[in-house]
């Protein structure tokens, strides 16, 4: 049961929608409702809501973090692994890539 509210807000929206097909994809928007079975409507506010709070986590430093811990965890797997081979020229690599990875931290 949907309050008698938002069902009028979603008939206006649809409506809306289809009145201008080319700023919402609708024949898109349409075949996702029939494959997922959720309104349209839904689907479009969600694409929007998606849409605009992706770039949120890059201005809060969560991008840093992980680009950080894929330069930092992998070198450090490798290395422990290229120790363990005991072969030089491996050696050699991931040691220059630590110098590399210190001067560019710094």
């Given at each position: 049961?949907?309050?008698?509210?938002?069902?009028?807000?979603?008939?206006?929206?649809?409506?809306?929608?289809?009145?201008?097909?080319?700023?919402?994809?609708?024949?898109?928007?349409?075949?996702?409702?029939?494959?997922?079975?959720?309104?349209?409507?839904?689907?479009?506010?969600?694409?929007?809501?998606l849409d605009y709070l992706s770039p949120?986590?890059?201005?809060?430093?969560?991008?840093?973090?992980?680009?950080?811990?894929?330069?930092?965890?992998?070198?450090?797997?490798?290395?422990?692994?290229?120790?363990?081979?005991?072969?030089?020229?491996?050696?050699?690599?991931?040691?220059?890539?630590?110098?590399?990875?210190?001067?560019?931290?710094?």
């Amino acid at each position: 049961m949907i309050h008698p509210q938002l069902e009028a807000f979603l008939e206006k929206t649809e409506s809306f929608l289809s009145k201008y097909p080319f700023l919402s994809e609708y024949e898109k928007l349409k075949d996702l409702e029939e494959k997922t079975g959720y309104n349209k409507v839904y689907i479009f506010f969600l694409g929007l809501f998606l849409d605009y709070l992706s770039p949120i986590p890059y201005f809060l430093g969560v991008a840093k973090l992980v680009t950080d811990l894929v330069s930092f965890v992998y070198p450090a797997y490798m290395s422990f692994k290229a120790i363990d081979s005991g072969n030089v020229t491996v050696d050699t690599q991931w040691l220059t890539d630590w110098v590399v990875f210190a001067f560019i931290s710094i």
